[in-house]
């Protein structure tokens, strides 16, 4: 048996009130569900500290900070166009952060792209990007999806490799939102803007200084 015959591709449906959208999530041994960013530096800033990074996201230009809402979805945070409703928002970047066990990172990107080209059948078109980069210039693993015979909310999903977690943006547009190409610049302006910090604990005390 091969190791991605391990896997179990988890496909969460999501209603909104105009729109239904399909996140495809990817359940590994020792994968852990999605993790709430911890904190926020401002209004519009998430932070996560995970075990060897820390990292900080931020929405594009007239886009506001989702997180109780976009938790009780299954997501960590969300970003969303100012003054909209989460749940019938026109745009949505959700983000997921999962901590990984011992499964090479490589080998979760192909299984959920597995997964993907299962749900969405032969008539979709899913390839991957080459150029999506971090504010670091840390390139993320990241898929387009298209289908020329019908409407797909899911525009594109990139994974970053923090080594003991893994981030996951996924980009869902509504047939009344904006064009598809300009949800698809302020994703990767989203990305351009997510920043990792390597994280350094303070050493413990030692007695008798």
């Not at 929405?59 to 900070?65: D, I, K, R, S, V």
């Not at 990139?158 to 190409?181: A, H, K, M, N, Q």
Request: charged letters at 20%.
């Amino acid at each position: 048996m091969t190791c991605l015959e391990n896997f179990s591709a988890d496909i969460r449906t999501m209603c909104q009130k105009l729109v239904v959208f399909i996140a495809v999530l990817v359940t590994l041994p020792g994968l852990v569900g999605a993790i709430e960013a911890e904190s926020t530096l401002d209004s519009n800033t998430a932070v996560h500290e995970g075990k060897d990074l820390i990292y900080m996201m931020r929405p594009p230009a007239g886009f506001q900070l989702i997180t109780e809402a976009a938790a009780a979805d299954g997501y960590s945070i969300a970003f969303i166009p100012e003054g909209e409703p989460y749940d019938s928002a026109t745009t949505t970047i959700a983000v997921t952060i999962f901590t990984i066990g011992k499964n090479p990172f490589w080998q979760l990107v192909m299984a959920d792209t597995m997964a993907l080209r299962r749900h969405f059948g032969p008539t979709a078109d899913i390839r991957a990007i080459d150029s999506v980069a971090n504010f670091d210039g840390r390139r993320l693993e990241s898929v387009y999806i298209n289908d020329p015979t019908r409407f797909i909310p899911n525009v594109s999903f990139s994974y970053f490799d923090g080594g003991s977690e893994v981030v996951i943006f996924e980009l869902i547009i509504t047939e009344r939102g904006i064009p598809r190409f300009l949800a698809e610049s302020l994703y990767y302006e989203c990305i351009l803007a997510f920043k990792t910090l390597p994280r350094r604990d303070e050493p413990p005390a030692v007695e008798g200084n």
